[in-house]
């Protein structure tokens, strides 16, 4: 199938949920002939991914709120420039993994300005924005314990305490009610496929795609 490309991000808390979805997301694009590319933030590029080790290995205060930003934005910028941008030019869909807002809401939670995330945005990325941002939301407690069940390993982020994570999920849901044309919040708490049914209703409604039928 051809036609423009349009960009999907998957944002949430720890244990949201997101990579089972954007499998399932990803399929039933395909099914309807569309050429889908997945990839995640940090990283998605060869630089971005180096950039992805430093961030997410050592402990909890190894870098301060606005040195993540800066190497999540030097991350960024190489991920648009090497592979979001030349797929949405061939006409792919790209989803990805996480994007800006969780810069938002996890280094925004770390104590940088919302201004200053802005700022670093518009030098990265300019205007560019995705075309629908789906939040998959869930209690934090719900969210941690789902996430110990299915990692042995932690990193940085999910390392720190309830508080932060309360936070985060906040910013992500502010960042809904302030942006709802791009934003679309999905409860996360529910079964797997009751969740993929919402986001496929979701895509449906708001990009035409026909994956409800």
């Known amino acids: 199938m051809t036609g423009p490309g349009r960009f999907i991000t998957i944002e949430g808390g720890e244990g949201a949920g997101k990579s089972t979805q954007i499998v399932r997301l990803r399929d039933g694009l395909q099914d ?12 998605g590029s060869e630089g971005a991914e180096e950039i992805r080790k430093l961030l997410m ?30 797929a949405l030019a061939r006409g792919d869909w790209v989803i990805s993994d996480r994007y800006e807002d969780s810069t938002r809401a996890y280094q925004g939670a770390g104590g940088l300005d919302a201004g200053a995330v802005e700022q670093l945005g518009s030098v ?37 305490g309830d508080g932060f994570h309360e936070t985060v999920r906040r910013i992500f849901l502010a960042t809904a009610s302030a942006e709802p044309d791009r934003c679309a919040v999905i409860d996360a708490a529910e079964a797997i496929d009751r969740v993929a049914h919402a986001i496929a209703a979701a895509v449906t409604l708001r990009l035409g795609v026909a994956l409800l039928r």
């Open 32 to 43: 309807l002939g569309y050429k889908v590319l997945v990839t995640r933030e940090p990283g």
């Open 57 to 86: 290995g050592g402990t909890v205060d190894r870098w301060d709120a606005v040195t993540e930003a800066l190497l999540v934005y030097a991350a960024r910028r190489d991920h648009l420039v090497r592979t979001i941008w030349p």
């Open 124 to 160: 990265a990325r300019g205007t560019f924005q995705p075309d629908l941002t789906l939040i998959l939301d869930l209690p934090v407690s719900l969210g941690r314990a789902r996430a110990a069940a299915r990692r042995g390993q932690t990193d940085r982020f999910e390392d720190r």
